[in-house]
């Protein structure tokens, strides 16, 4: 729902500019979605120069380790599915024992289901292009160079990428589904 604003404040020259300003960034935006190739280049290229500064600099470890964590909880949203396959089979489990259900159905009986993902492929794009831009603009403020052991975050970053990828990796065998268009039949005009 849209936040009302006074009309003193909708008719004065500031507002109106940053409404157009709005306006014309939602507009390219929006222009930006068939392009998902460029995007992703775009964003590869805006993180390398995110690292050549942190590299460059020999600072703000802090701040790249917590666009790492971000990026991978984006990752694993992006990766997991939206409709849980393990709490449906909690369900079916709990209706079983209470006698509700007399059986499980049989796998061939259950219709197709394509995988949707719990954040969309745009929207991870999005997300991850904020926070890199964010990070290169803090980057440049000495405030944000917290001064830590960097390996120690290092190090502590890649166990909680195995782990976290270790377990979404068995999810999706457990539950056979494929998060990935690979293999999968494209239809062209």
């Known amino acids: 729902m849209p936040i009302e604003v006074p009309e003193s404040v909708a008719n004065s020259a500031a507002y109106q500019h940053v409404k157009k300003i709005e306006v014309t960034y939602q507009k390219y935006l929006d222009q930006s979605v068939p392009y998902t190739l460029y995007r992703w280049i775009a964003l590869g290229g805006v993180l390398l120069i995110f690292f050549a500064r942190i590299v460059y600099a020999q600072g703000w470890y802090i701040i790249c380790y917590a666009l790492g964590i971000y990026l991978l ?46 954040l969309p492929e745009f ?39 195995t782990l976290t990828m270790r377990k ?22």
Do not use: C
């Open 73 to 118: 909880n984006l990752l694993l949203a992006f990766l997991t599915p939206k409709f849980d396959p393990s709490l449906e089979q909690e369900m079916k489990n709990e209706l079983i024992e209470e006698g509700v259900q007399d059986e499980e159905p049989e796998p061939e009986d259950e219709e197709f289901r394509p995988f949707i993902r719990r």
């Open 168 to 189: 979404q990796i068995q999810h999706m065998i457990k539950y056979k589904y494929l998060p990935f268009d690979i293999g999968k039949t494209k239809y062209r005009k």
């Open 123 to 161: 929207k991870f794009w999005y997300n991850a292009a904020r926070a890199t831009t964010l990070s290169l603009f803090l980057s440049f403020w000495s405030i944000f160079d917290i001064p830590v052991f960097w390996p120690i975050l290092l190090m502590y970053f890649i166990i909680l990428f």
